[in-house]
């Protein structure tokens, strides 16, 4: 059976929710909460619809980076991760905070997520990339050989891809090729150079249970 939190059942404001919608996010939560953003995560309105909280879901066999990305946004969440049967998925609910507020005005356009024009700002810290990539990326592999990346935008329009194109090459330069995905599009690293210095950017912030999605 599914867990609610409780901010979700529209119990009145503890003392401890209040101190929580008061908490100032440091610049790695900061980061990580963009990456998801782009990656899997969605943001919704709270039962009195003033303001936005995130959901994160992941199959359980992604537990481990369910239970990371719970540690680093605890202060923001009530309850656990819980395992929803159904699905066979693991999930947690932070609470409303302004700070989510703010980037669903900047993310969402009439209840979807878009590329903003902003977005450049976003993609030059590292920790961004590296969850976008756990939450929404794979390698390729050919004939037992690793020959590059993909990073599955398909939910964004073919311009938007090419925006987060252009970015990822001016910013860090990687060279991403849009690649068609029956009627969508998604972003593929092909290209060796541009492979290796993906890989050498994110590295060290992909969890270890998410390492394979490098190939390594």
């Known amino acids: 059976m599914m867990v609610i939190p409780r901010e979700a059942g529209r119990i009145t404001y503890s003392a401890n929710i209040r ?22 995560a969605y943001l919704e309105t709270n039962w009195s619809k003033t303001n936005y909280r995130m959901g994160i879901r992941h199959s359980v066999d992604q537990e481990k ?3 990371w990305l719970y540690e680093i946004l605890k202060p923001l969440v009530l309850t656990p991760p819980q395992y929803y049967e159904r699905t ?18 900047i993310f969402y356009r009439d209840k979807k997520k878009i590329i903003p024009e902003t977005i450049r700002k976003y993609l030059t810290n590292p920790v961004t990339i590296a969850i976008w990539f756990m939450d929404d ?3 390729i592999v ?3 050989k690793l020959q590059g990346y993909h990073l599955n935008t398909q939910s964004f329009s073919k311009s938007e891809n090419e925006v987060l194109a252009k970015a990822m ?3 860090h330069g990687i060279h991403c090729r ?13 290209q060796r150079e541009s492979r290796e210095t993906f890989a050498a950017l994110v590295r060290e912030h992909i969890v270890p249970s998410m ?6």
């Open 19 to 40: 101190k929580m919608k008061r908490a100032l996010l440091d610049e790695y939560q900061k980061a990580v909460i963009v990456g998801s953003i782009l990656g899997d």
């Open 65 to 67: 980076y369910v239970q």
């Open 88 to 105: 066979r998925s693991t999930w947690f609910r932070t609470i409303s905070h302004n700070a989510l507020s703010e980037l669903h005005q």
């Open 137 to 139: 990326g794979n390698r």
């Open 142 to 144: 050919r004939d037992g």
């Open 169 to 171: 090459n001016e910013i």
């Open 178 to 190: 849009l690649e068609r995905n029956h009627k969508y599009y998604r972003l593929a690293i092909w």
């Open 211 to 216: 390492a394979y999605k490098l190939g390594e």
